[in-house]
């Protein structure tokens, strides 16, 4: 399956489920950034809800893309693994950073490799974030660039839906995220 076929599928997917899935989209949006528009002292508290609601994310449209019932209510299932999602979150981040500084390259790199962390944890609500983390490095493994690729066409889908007056974001966004889901379960089904 290439690239634009995830997109396409993706969007397929979504059908019947557009309400629900961009509702999750804001509400993840505003929770993650609402600390940091209130008052920049407040950022840690991104990293004290980031790994859930990434988790949460990941669960909702993993659902979805299941074609499994999904609502809101998923976005807070995260917090069910509070501990071990919130230990992936800030590790993915120092990696990733870390990366960065290198070089850039890198940095994508590690980027690329840890990108199914929270689509694991989803599955298996028992892995550790360490263990996923090391799970999605391993299934990345000759699938890094395809991955880099389709997240060109994400920044692309962006890039476009801040051109259509912003609304276009909320058009956008869920299907990138049911991309990455769908990425996650063609990937684990070894059918990319």
């Not at 071990?84 to 390259?105: E, K």
């Not at 983390?133 to 880099?148: A, C, T, V």
Request: with cysteine; hydrophobic share 55%.
């Amino acid at each position: 399956m290439n690239n634009l076929d995830i997109i396409s599928k993706s969007r397929d997917l979504l059908s019947g489920k557009w309400i629900p899935a961009i509702a999750v989209v804001i509400i993840f949006s505003l929770i993650s950034s609402l600390p940091n528009r209130v008052n920049e002292n407040l950022s840690f508290i991104g990293l004290i809800l980031g790994g859930p609601l990434n988790l949460g994310l990941a669960i909702f449209f993993q659902r979805t893309v299941r074609g499994q019932q999904s609502g809101i209510e998923n976005l807070f299932d995260g917090f069910s693994n509070y501990l071990q999602s919130t230990i992936a979150f800030i590790l993915v981040i120092v990696v990733v950073c870390i990366g960065f500084v290198l070089l850039i390259i890198p940095g994508i790199m590690m980027a690329m490799g840890l990108s199914q962390t929270f689509f694991i944890m989803a599955d298996d609500n028992k892995i550790s974030g360490i263990d996923a983390m090391k799970k999605s490095w391993e299934m990345m493994d000759g699938y890094k660039m395809k991955y880099f690729l389709l997240s060109l066409i994400h920044i692309g889908m962006m890039i476009l839906g801040m051109l259509a007056l912003i609304v276009g974001i909320f058009y956008a966004l869920p299907i990138i995220y049911n991309s990455m889901a769908l990425f996650y379960d063609k990937l684990k089904m070894k059918e990319l």
